[in-house]
């Protein structure tokens, strides 16, 4: 299965040649089947390695583990079945000949295979898997739509809890169809132009004036309509896709900043605590930069923390570096990240964002209330500024400008608009928070 070149299966570049010929043995099984009259199934499996593989990727030790695994597989089937690798983490599997019954069989006997020890190198790791089943002709008689239907079943799967097998029953998951079509259309979304980006603007208590914006991106689908980031971003992430989708916000931003006179907003941009890693990060941001003409001063670098953080020190190094070259940073989510508070304090950043869900499960709790404003004192001793997300209404807003942070972000002040839409409305705005300050003055 070695080609040169690369297309996408899934979400995932896959060698041409393994597509082609999972194609053709599955055309041949279906033509016997037809032919003999028999059932057959297609099956897609997903693996799940351990995290401590994925975050920072070992790549060396994963290959070895899915070897491993894959002679498992090929371990548990006939010589007439097919195992093809369809990217990083998936596997199609054609089993000519069989009924549903003995599928499940087969089915489960893999399960408990891969979820075995594995002795000598890895055996602390546990390996789980899913499975998604669609047989034939009883599921679909189509090969693309047997193969589209076996995937949705895997998320039915995986919705069912780990090391589970779902077979295609005439029922569709509805959730797990659009994770399937989320996951299969994102990696063209871009080329086709259904990525956009939407600015939300950023309030600043103390000047009582609109100060920045965030920029987010969105994704209009053909068929499924707008699907939000929340939505689509950890597929962008699993299919390796977080570092283009950063280079090409950057860029928009950078376009639509230079296309602007007044120079007194500063946007915002998110960024992945995993693509600071990436070797060529600061290369490629002052390259668009120097494009455009736009100064690291005018922008923010949002840093989420998703996930365990293995290298603090790197992440610290590149932290600084942007910091040299004049961006600002600030950290997303407080309070739901991973830093650990001597961690915290080491890295360079400017500000923190409270997080939303972070604030609201404080409020609700008459103990808890009471560190919100120790929290921002505690930012301000060291130097940072406060930022909190996710002012929705009139009596959030009162509570906060209670509070001394320092700029506020959320539908009270305004939706993710257009570019065009927060330039026309930056005085509107202003003008109707300063209405809600005169009845509720800051004390
Ligand atoms: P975030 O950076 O914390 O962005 C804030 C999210 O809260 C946005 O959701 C925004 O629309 C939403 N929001 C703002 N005000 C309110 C409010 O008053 N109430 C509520 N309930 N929500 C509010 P969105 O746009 O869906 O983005 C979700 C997350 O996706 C972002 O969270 C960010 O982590 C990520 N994201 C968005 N754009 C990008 C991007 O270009 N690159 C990367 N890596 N991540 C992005
Ligand atoms: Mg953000
Ligand atoms: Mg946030």
Not at 105 to 117: D, F, K, Q, T
Not at 307 to 323: D, M, P, S
Request: with cysteine; net charge negative; proline share 3%.
């Amino acid at each position: 299965m070695d080609g040169k070149s690369t297309e996408r299966e899934g979400n995932h570049d896959v060698e041409v040649s393994s597509i082609q010929l999972l194609n053709e043995r599955l055309d041949l099984t279906l033509a016997f089947s037809k032919r003999y009259q028999m059932s057959s199934a297609v099956v897609y499996l997903r693996i799940f390695l351990p995290l401590e593989l994925s975050h920072p990727k070992d790549n060396d030790t994963e290959t070895i583990l899915l070897n491993k695994i894959s002679a498992r597989l090929h371990g548990s089937l006939r010589d007439i079945d097919t195992v093809i690798k369809v990217n990083s983490r998936d596997f199609m599997i054609v089993i000519a000949d069989i009924t549903e019954h003995d599928c499940q069989v087969i089915c489960e006997r893999i399960i408990h295979s891969i979820s075995a020890p594995y002795p000598n190198d890895f055996h602390y790791f546990s390996i789980s898997s899913s499975m998604g089943i669609c047989m034939y002709p009883y599921g679909s008689e189509e090969r693309d739509e047997l193969k589209t239907m076996a995937k949705i079943q895997m998320y039915d799967a995986l919705e069912l809890g780990e090391n589970r097998c779902s077979f295609y029953k005439g029922d569709l998951n509805q959730t797990a169809y659009r994770k399937v079509i989320i996951e299969n259309d994102l990696p063209y979304a871009l080329k086709k132009g259904q990525l956009y980006v939407h600015y939300q603007p950023q309030y600043c208590l103390k000047k009582r004036a609109i100060v920045g914006a965030e920029a987010l991106i969105r994704w209009n689908h053909p068929s499924l309509g707008e699907i939000s980031p929340g939505e689509f971003i950890s597929y962008a992430e699993d299919a390796g896709m977080l570092n283009g989708l950063f280079f090409w916000v950057f860029e928009e931003v950078c376009k639509k900043m230079k296309s602007m006179k007044d120079r007194r907003l500063k946007y915002s941009i998110n960024l992945s605590v995993n693509q600071l890693l990436l070797d060529s990060l600061i290369l490629d941001i002052s390259n668009i930069q120097k494009q455009y003409s736009i100064q690291a001063a005018q922008i923010t670098l949002e840093i989420t923390e998703n996930i365990e953080i293995y290298t603090v020190r790197k992440v610290n190094e590149k932290l600084h570096l942007l910091k040299e070259m004049g961006f600002t940073i600030a950290l997303d989510d407080f309070g739901n990240g991973y830093f650990s508070f001597s961690d915290f304090i080491k890295l360079p950043i400017d500000f923190i964002k409270l997080d939303r869900d972070f604030v609201f499960s404080l409020l609700k709790n008459k103990k808890h209330k009471g560190v919100i404003t120790p929290i921002i004192q505690m930012a301000h001793n060291l130097e940072l500024k406060v930022i909190i997300e996710g002012i929705e209404d009139h009596t959030q807003f009162t509570e906060w400008v209670k509070l001394d942070c320092d700029l506020i972000q959320g539908y009270f002040i305004s939706e993710p608009i257009s570019f065009e839409e927060l330039t026309e409305s930056i005085a509107e705005i202003e003008t109707r928070v300063a209405g809600d300050f005169s009845v509720n003055e800051p004390q």
